[in-house]
């Protein structure tokens, strides 16, 4: 293990309580860092993240939490807190979420399954080279599915954020907290979604972020196929 300038420090959030003791003892293991806060939803990390003056140097996701899931967790920190890097460790490892996490900014991913040795090895490269590709997950792979996936390429981050909370049925005053947004700035936004993708109502976006891979379904239902909604 490398040794480091300083002490980099480390939240996570997952809603499963075993994952989040395996994911701390480990990196209570590694000397030159150190665990700072777990959250067991996105809603709770968010609220952490704005209550303290230091944010952490990484957060570490789990994609498929209840309250708010880890596509809007994400896509939040990277749009108040674009230093921060973040890490996914997660099941859902569909191209279609690997995509979206890819698109949002995550600088590593890894499955659940991964060894206790390949997860030390990814917080050591996002800390000293910035990124982490592993496995299925390549630079090579992920580049070809960025690619494939080019649907949404035209949706400014605040919209990706609000197609995102959307999907998880937030109503118009909920999100605007979220995004710290008046409810007559989300409509704008939400109009601007309504034309962008050329629907006129909100079961319908909440249709295309279930496709487009910005909401999770939980059953083992491939999105892109059986389930891909008429537009």
Known sequence: ??????????????????????????????????????????????????SVEAQPDICILDIGMKEMNGFATLSLIKHHWPDIRNIIVTAYTREVYVQKMMRLGADAFLSKSSEREEIIRAI????????????????????????????????????????????????????????????RTVEGLRDSLFLKTKVNTRQE???????FGYVLLLDPVNPLKEHTPKL
């Open 1 to 50: 293990m490398k040794k480091y300038n300083r002490t980099h420090t480390i939240a996570l959030a997952d809603d499963a309580p075993l994952s989040l003791l395996s994911m701390e003892h480990i990196i209570n293991s590694m000397p030159g860092v150190q665990h700072i806060f777990s959250a067991n939803d996105g809603d709770t990390l968010i609220t952490y993240l704005q």
């Open 124 to 183: 050591d490269k996002v800390i000293t080279c910035g990124k982490y590709y592993s496995g299925s997950f390549t630079k090579q792979n992920q580049n070809a599915l960025l690619k494939k996936y080019t649907h949404d390429n035209n949706l400014r981050p605040n919209e990706e954020i609000l197609l995102t909370l959307i999907g998880k049925n937030y109503t118009y005053e909920q999100i605007g907290e979220k995004m710290f947004l008046s409810k």
């Open 205 to 211: 976006l909440v249709e295309i972020a279930i496709k």
